[in-house]
């Protein structure tokens, strides 16, 4: 089962504020949230996922480039 977690916790859990969250809301932006009986609610399931899509995984070059000055 899914858990809805509150503005400040997914905040807490994206490693952003929540004006951002609010920001990104008002712009159409960010991970989906769901409104229950007034309250902005934020599935788990979905921020995972949301983090998931937007980890960028650096490319060989960059990795070999990094580790150039180690050897």
Known sequence: ???LISTKEAAEM??????TLKTWRC???????????????Y???RLLE?????T?????RALVEDHRGTF
């Open 1 to 3: 089962m899914n858990k």
């Open 14 to 19: 994206l490693g952003v504020t929540e004006a």
């Open 27 to 41: 712009r159409e932006k960010g991970p989906e949230w769901v409104k229950v009986e007034g309250a902005v609610r």
């Open 43 to 45: 599935d788990t399931a």
């Open 50 to 54: 949301y983090i998931r899509k937007h």
């Open 56 to 60: 960028h995984v650096p490319s060989v």
